[in-house]
């Protein structure tokens, strides 16, 4: 199965390894390696993840990577990636892609 990124996605992780790397840059890719490889599993595993509970839709998923939520929506060939976000952050059901 493809995995793919969405720019909005990659806009987001680009600035959590920058808020990371501003105190810890070593941390920082240690992180940043954990994301990349945790989005690219799905090609293998894309039903892992767990559905998005403000979404409440079987198609958008999501994977816990620390205190990082990779969103994902799952196709029959394809994962697209399309939020990297924080834990503590709030994501309401209409911002869901």
Do not use: C
């Not at 987001?12 to 810890?24: G, M, S, T």
């Not at 490889?37 to 595993?45: K, R, T």
């Not at 394809?78 to 869901?96: P, S």
Request: charged fraction near 30%; aromatic fraction near 6%; glycine fraction near 6%.
């Amino acid at each position: 199965m493809r995995v793919s990124w969405t720019e909005q996605a990659l806009g987001q992780l680009d600035e959590a390894i920058a808020f990371i790397a501003a105190d810890r840059p070593e941390v920082a890719l240690d992180w940043l390696e954990r994301l990349l490889e945790a989005g690219e599993s799905l090609a293998e595993l894309s039903d892992r993840g767990r559905v998005v509970p403000e979404a409440g839709r079987k198609e958008v998923r999501e994977l816990l990577v620390g205190p990082y939520r990779l969103v994902y929506r799952r196709d029959t060939d394809a994962v697209t990636i399309t939020m990297v976000l924080h834990g503590r952050r709030e994501l309401h059901a209409d911002n869901v892609p």
